[in-house]
């Protein structure tokens, strides 16, 4: 009785075991092998089932291997939706639309077959099965579609780039640290295409295409010719399209597109001074600053352009000691020739003739006046007054409380006196 009983659960367990539904398992038959569904130049994407996945609106290559064959018929079915793809004596179709195939990147090479398949941008989601035929071989996979999901996030500060006047250099904007930052959220590869007014700016890396799930750091080169001092502002764009977007039988195109505008900011001068630009010439300056009572300090004053200025300095509150012009003596008024080709630089040395509050030192050029302002810092005759009036406090303090400590201890001891007598 025993060994009946095992003969029937044995039987049951064989019974179980090849009624499990086909459906959930490659019924992949020996020829046709190695069946890879996915997004060109990319991994096979499965989901939670380990069921290869394909994104509806968008390009897939379906690539098997298969023995000399003349015919081959790829369906896939979901209930009555159907799209069917098919190899005959070296010609590619699909059945259903003829629209939804890529016959000029589809390929056989007598060994392994490649199609360029996708479904319309509003094919239902869910799990579709994959059939593939080719004389009496066939080979049957549950595939899921699904929709694309998540996103692209950008960002990037504006770039600010720095060089010196009338010299020629390449400046990297990542040796400061400035990117532009694009993160592909996505199960589809993105194209990031930089669009910017001026030539002389190059992308680091020149890699166009940013696989799913990544993240790309994307830099500037400039590499113009030397400039004259000046600050100039440009515009750029950043264009983030999908890859391998698939046709589609509908007149709205459902795949997105990103566009992120961004600043580029040109500066040539010293960015620690004030610039202004006038028509025919750039003046940098300091706008204010704080000195003692008893210093000296130089003060840069740099002139750029094209053209003839005169120029006169003044000191109100201080007094100018010396002015140097590309390290010679200069004298006030000065008449300048500016040849267009290089900075004419000033050094004034001043010093404070006010124990403290405003000085300034004024610039006239061509009839323009410009200022910078000087606040004079008294603090060290401050904290010597401090000083002192410190002292006389304490000298003012000390016989107070030297007293009040006699009359503490006096109290103490009578305190303690009195204890004892009543003890």
């Known amino acids: ?28 038959t020996d020829g046709i092998e190695n069946v890879q569904l996915h997004m060109p130049e990319e991994s096979i994407f499965f989901n939670d089932a380990n069921q290869m996945v394909m994104i509806i609106g968008f390009w897939q290559q379906l690539e098997f291997d298969a023995p000399s064959i003349i015919n081959v018929s790829v369906e896939l079915t979901n209930g009555i939706d159907r799209y069917e793809w098919t190899y005959h004596e070296g ?18 090479n007598g060994e392994r077959i490649l199609f360029w398949i996708a479904v319309d941008q509003s094919a239902a989601t869910g799990v579709w099965q994959l059939s593939i035929s080719t004389g009496e071989l066939k080979s049957e996979h549950d595939i899921e579609l699904r929709e694309r999901t998540g996103g692209v996030g950008f960002s990037t500060p504006d770039f600010f780039i720095e060089m010196s006047p009338h010299t020629t250099m390449q400046v990297f904007t990542a040796d400061t640290g400035q990117y532009a930052k694009v993160h592909n959220e996505g199960a589809v590869p993105v194209n990031v295409d930089f669009y910017i ?5 190059t992308v680091t890396p020149g890699e166009r295409t940013l696989s799913p799930f990544s993240l790309g750091e994307y830099s ?42 961004f600043d580029i900011i040109i500066f040539v001068g010293d960015p620690d001074l004030e610039f202004v630009e006038v028509d025919e010439y750039t003046v940098q300056y300091v706008t204010s600053v704080r000195m ?68 300034s030192l004024v610039y006239r050029i061509n009839g323009d006046q410009y200022t910078t ?37 006096l109290l103490t001891m009578r305190y303690k006196k009195r204890r004892k007598v009543r003890c």
């Not at 007094?319 to 004034?348: K, T, Y």
């Not at 008294?378 to 009036?389: M, P």
Request: proline share 4%; net charge negative.
């Open 1 to 28: 009785m025993d060994r009946k009983i095992s003969i029937l659960i044995l039987c049951t367990i064989m019974l179980i075991a090849f009624s499990f539904p086909l459906s959930q398992m490659s019924t992949a």
């Open 91 to 108: 010609v590619w179709g699909e059945a259903e639309h003829d629209l939804f195939i890529d016959k000029t990147k589809c390929s056989y």
């Open 197 to 201: 007014e001026d030539d002389d700016f």
């Open 220 to 261: 500037l080169v400039y590499s113009g010719t030397s400039l004259a001092s000046q600050r100039q502002e440009l515009g750029g764009e950043v264009l983030i399209t999908y890859k391998y977007v698939g046709p589609s039988m509908g007149t709205a195109q459902l795949i997105p597109s990103y566009n992120y505008p």
């Open 292 to 359: 003692a009572s008893n210093e000296t300090r130089i003060f840069p004053l740099i002139i750029d352009g094209l053209g003839d200025i005169d120029l006169d300095i003044d000191g109100v509150g201080c007094m100018i000691s010396s002015i140097e012009l590309n390290g010679a003596e200069a004298d006030m008024p000065f008449h300048l020739e500016l040849v267009g080709d290089r900075v004419e630089s000033f050094n004034i040395t001043v010093e404070p003739t006010i124990a403290s509050g405003s000085a």
């Open 373 to 409: 302002v000087i606040e004079i810092d008294s603090t060290g005759e401050l904290q010597e007054d401090i000083t002192e009036n410190n002292g006389g406090y304490l000298n003012k303090l000390l016989p107070i409380l030297v007293i009040g400590l006699l009359i503490v201890a």
